[in-house]
Structures are given as C-alpha cells and as structure tokens.
C-alpha cells in the first residue's frame, strides 16, 4: 500500500500561482503513473491532471489545460502540479492519486476506478 501525503496548498488571489507536491512512500515510486484530482464542496470528485510513469507523457481536461503542468520526481518520489492563472472556480480539495496496477497510462488515469490510493486532500482556494 503506497501512503501519499500532499503539501502547498493555500489561498491565492485569481490570476495566482500555487504549486502542489505529494510524496509518496510505501512501494517502488518510478513505475507507476500518478495523477491528480479535486472535489469542490457539494460536487463529484474530478480528474485535473496524471503523468505516466517516466514522465514522458501527460494528460489533462480541457477545464485546467494550459493552465497545470504535471512534473515528477523519480529521484525524490514526489509528483508536482503547478498551478497558474487560477480562477475561482478551481477552489477545492485536491487530491494526490497513485493506480492499483503499474505503467498505468496517464490517459487512464482520469477514470476513479484506476485509483488505488489517495492522499488527504489539500485545500486550495482562490480569491475574486
């Protein structure tokens, strides 16, 4: 069972920055994808973003495109999501996830049943 535990989370004003981190332990890091996700109060939790094992290949919704850049850290175990020109509607819980099976492709991260760990969740909240 691999434990997740994410950090960098805050309040920012629209048009901000923020960058997450989620460091993970527990089992081999490098060959499993990671993704992340977030859930605003009264809403389903929704994919943002995942990265394949090696980094080589990403995958985003239209909704944070161009805006998030997944990156990780084999060396360090930790999977990043910098986050810039937020807006108020990207106030949420996010969440750090890793799949059940290795070399999960990145696009197959988006589906929820591909997760087999999640983190805390970190608050993020963007101001108007």
């Known amino acids: 069972q691999v434990q997740l535990v994410e950090s960098g989370g805050g309040l920012v004003q629209a048009g901000g920055s923020l960058r997450l981190s989620c460091a993970a332990s527990?089992?081999?890091?490098?060959?499993?994808?990671m993704g992340w996700f977030r859930q605003a109060p009264g809403k389903e939790r929704e994919f943002v973003a995942a990265i394949n094992w090696n980094g080589g290949s990403t995958y985003y919704p239209d909704s944070v495109k161009g805006r998030f850049t997944i990156s990780r850290d084999n060396a360090k175990n930790t999977v990043y999501l910098q986050m810039n020109s937020l807006k108020p509607e990207d106030t949420a819980v996010y969440y750090c996830?890793?799949?059940?099976?290795?070399?999960?492709?990145?696009?197959?991260?988006?589906?929820?049943?591909?997760?087999?760990?999640w983190g805390q969740g970190i608050q993020v909240t963007v101001s108007s």
């Open positions: 996830a890793a799949p059940t099976r290795p070399l999960t492709t990145a696009q197959a991260m988006d589906d929820l049943t591909s997760v087999g760990s």
């Open positions: 527990g089992r081999p890091f490098g060959i499993y994808a």
